[in-house]
């Protein structure tokens, strides 16, 4: 299965600041995912990202807020923008869903807004 | 609208006991489930994958069983250690490809 390479691990960033995650995955994979866990709960999904098209955002999640780019088969990044302390979570990306396959996921970027 | 449960939610054990966590989906039809551990603060590590067809996976110590027609699965851990401390989450696969998601069992493994 895929290897995914999430960076930044953590960050404390200043509210209404902007910050970007970047996933590279170690092989070629069609569809990429966003998630959003926040403290205690289990993940939510942001949005869907095949390269190539627009990312499918969830509702409740919007392109301003959480603009997504795709640019090849083993890179994409997740735009936290405009923070607010409700914004701290951990983030985290995911590959995989190929018939016969599972998930893979990165190993998470922990944010803080202050 | 398929929706995972997971039972207990937490759970501690002294080191060395067999322990089951459970997950149940109330849709039938799913393609695949996962089970996944987490640490604290960190990203999720697949354990096992058991395809729709299959009735269950095993890897080292673990072993998980799917039965679709009751809508659950067990993720069976053996003789446990307190690096097996963790949230475990199951995840059923759905026709969109997405990810359904169980709220999660915290385990704690007493030494």
């Known amino acids: 299965s895929a290897v995914i390479s999430q960076k930044p691990s953590r960050d404390i960033c200043q509210r209404g600041t902007s910050l970007t995650i970047q996933c590279q995955v170690d092989s070629q994979v069609t569809m990429m995912f966003w998630y959003r866990q926040q403290p205690g709960q289990s993940l939510t999904l942001i949005a869907t990202?095949?390269?190539?098209?627009?990312?499918?955002?969830e509702s409740g999640f919007v392109i301003d807020k959480f603009p997504i780019s795709r640019p090849n088969l083993t890179f994409s990044t997740l735009t936290v923008s405009n923070m607010s302390p409700e914004d701290s979570s951990i983030y985290l990306c995911s590959a995989g869903g190929q018939t016969g396959y599972g998930y893979t996921f990165g190993s998470g970027t922990r944010l803080t807004v202050v | 609208k398929q929706e995972v449960t997971q039972i207990p939610a937490a759970l501690s054990v002294p080191e060395g006991e067999n322990l089951v966590l459970n997950c149940s989906f109330t849709d039938s039809a799913i393609y695949n489930l996962q089970w996944f551990r987490q640490d604290p603060g960190k990203g999720l590590t697949s354990l096992l994958l058991?395809?729709?067809s299959q009735r269950e996976q095993t890897s080292g110590r673990l072993n998980a069983s799917l039965d679709k027609s009751s809508g659950r699965s067990t993720l069976y851990i053996a003789a446990s250690q307190p690096g097996d401390s963790a949230t475990y989450l199951c995840a059923v696969r759905d026709s969109n490809y997405q990810l359904i998601w169980g709220a999660g069992t915290k385990l704690i493994i007493k030494p």
């Open positions: 058991i395809q729709s």
């Open positions: 990202a095949n390269q190539g098209s627009e990312a499918t955002y």
